[in-house]
């Protein structure tokens, strides 16, 4: 199985709103990655867990907050987004963190921010 | 900081053309490198995945060639069929500190007529 799953695949929240994203994967894998893409952008890097621990890309608001309940599960919070964070976000893996490994990617969330 | 240029950023050639699709990055010290392919509002499929010390990978009608030295990697595509019409990304790892996610391109637009 080299399938990374992410639910659900739309989501329309206010700015007001509390929402998570899920992202799962049965492959193994030691790290977890979620990324952001605009419209007609490449994938930006987020987070990453690599052996449960935490690695985060300074630009990213507190607004995005994740979680890894264990090595096969990845959550993404969402609280007081912006319209601005309307985009896909993306959930990938890797065998583990320390690079050389092929990140295998899942279908996205497409989020939308009223 | 690591910086991934793909060109052309858009292409549409006839059916049945061979076809180079062209990656260049500014910091040679990467894990390594992988090609992507996303249909329109998609997740994202890998290709191929080029580790830094190979020269290159095939798979199928795709072959890709890295040249870590002076930062460039090239995706061939052989015998190009309509289905082949998607966004091609290219995306390094890098080494050393920090998360361990891919760097991306902007991405190369492909268009096969048939």
């Known amino acids: 199985d080299t399938e990374v799953t992410q639910t659900p695949k739309h989501l329309v929240m206010g700015m007001t709103n509390k929402k998570s994203l899920k992202c799962e994967q049965h492959m193994g894998h030691r790290a977890m990655y979620w990324y952001k893409q605009k419209a007609k952008k490449p994938p930006e890097l987020m987070f990453v867990y690599s052996y449960e621990k935490l690695s985060i890309n300074e630009s990213v608001p507190s607004r995005f907050s994740p979680e890894c309940p264990n090595s096969s599960l990845l959550n993404l919070h969402l609280h007081a987004l912006q319209p601005e964070d309307s985009a896909l976000y993306l959930c990938a893996s890797s065998p583990a963190g320390a690079g050389g490994y092929e990140q295998y990617f899942g279908p996205g969330t497409r989020l939308t921010v009223t | 900081k690591q910086e991934v240029t793909q060109i052309p950023a858009a292409l549409s050639v006839p059916e049945g053309e061979n076809l180079v699709l062209n990656c260049s990055f500014t910091?040679?010290?990467?894990?390594?490198l992988q090609w992507f392919r996303q249909d329109p509002g998609k997740g994202l499929t890998s290709l191929l995945l080029i580790q830094s010390s190979q020269r290159e990978q095939t798979s199928g009608r795709l072959n890709a060639s890295l040249d870590k030295s002076s930062g460039r990697s090239t995706l061939y595509i052989a015998a190009s069929q309509p289905g082949d019409s998607a966004t091609y990304l290219c995306a390094v790892g890098l080494l050393g500190g920090g998360a361990d996610g891919l760097t991306f391109g902007k991405g190369t637009h492909l268009i096969i007529q048939p």
């Open positions: 910091d040679s010290a990467i894990y390594n």
